[in-house]
């Protein structure tokens, strides 16, 4: 059975810095691209990073880059999520996913205020 | 971007209704290789995403055949034949064709 389980979440204050992680299990986690996607409160899904199935290549929209990088650790079948500067409206559930949706992990809930 | 339009937002619908939610995107969505990476999601409440869809019309694991996905290039459908209670949630169609990958805004399917 595959599972994705996220971890880090937590309330932190404006320009923090969170790191998430999301620990992958059931299948071969070397072999796939994989994708973190948020969800503010009441609202739809974004994007917000991918990495290459061999972490040589990341990718972010404008909105999280040079605050967010995404990274993974094949051995350990781990992808992370390194969240720096962080504002209000990074607020939002994050899930780990792999490549094309087919699974998502339960959720980790971020919230920045002061 | 590839702008993903989903209409209608909202849909109010009987048991053993069916139903169809419409997906168009900016662009066209078939990639170099030939395939078309347009999805179909369901969101249920409180619950992560579950993917129906993938590739325009594949079923996902475990997904009951009442589900079905139609269309190409820029113009999409799902169907829900027979909803029923647990088929309730947001909908949302999303494409990873191209980069950035992006999402619909969402259909909300809920009971009359």
């Known amino acids: 059975e595959v599972q994705l389980v996220e971890s880090g979440g937590g309330l932190v204050q404006p320009g923090r810095s969170l790191k998430l992680s999301c620990v992958a299990s059931?299948?071969?986690?070397?072999?796939?691209?994989m994708t973190w996607i948020r969800q503010a409160p009441g609202k739809g899904l974004e994007w917000v990073a991918s990495?290459?199935?061999?972490?040589?290549?990341?990718y972010y929209p404008d909105s999280v880059k040079g605050r967010f990088t995404i990274s993974r650790d094949n051995a350990k079948s781990t992808l992370y999520l390194q969240m720096n500067s962080l504002r209000s409206e990074d607020t939002a559930t994050y899930y780990c996913?792999?490549?094309?949706?087919?699974?998502w992990g339960q959720g980790v809930m971020v919230t920045v205020s002061s | 971007d590839v702008v993903m339009t989903q209409t209608p937002p909202s849909l109010s619908v009987a048991i053993g209704q069916s139903v169809s939610i419409s997906c168009k995107s900016s662009?066209?969505?078939?990639?170099?290789?030939?395939?078309?990476?347009l999805h179909w999601l369901l969101q249920s409440p409180g619950r992560s995403p579950k993917r129906l869809i993938y590739?325009?019309?594949n079923l996902g694991s475990g997904v009951p055949d009442r589900f079905s996905g139609t269309g190409s290039q820029k113009d999409f459908t799902l169907k829900i034949s027979r909803v029923e209670a647990e088929d309730l949630g947001v909908y949302y169609c999303?494409?990873?064709?191209?980069?950035?990958?992006?999402f619909g805004a969402g259909t909300k399917l809920e009971l009359k």
């Open positions: 059931g299948f071969t986690f070397n072999n796939y691209w």
């Open positions: 590739q325009v019309s």
């Open positions: 662009q066209s969505l078939v990639y170099s290789d030939g395939k078309t990476y």
């Open positions: 999303a494409q990873t064709t191209h980069f950035p990958p992006t």
């Open positions: 990495i290459t199935n061999t972490g040589g290549s990341t």
């Open positions: 996913t792999r490549g094309g949706y087919p699974y």
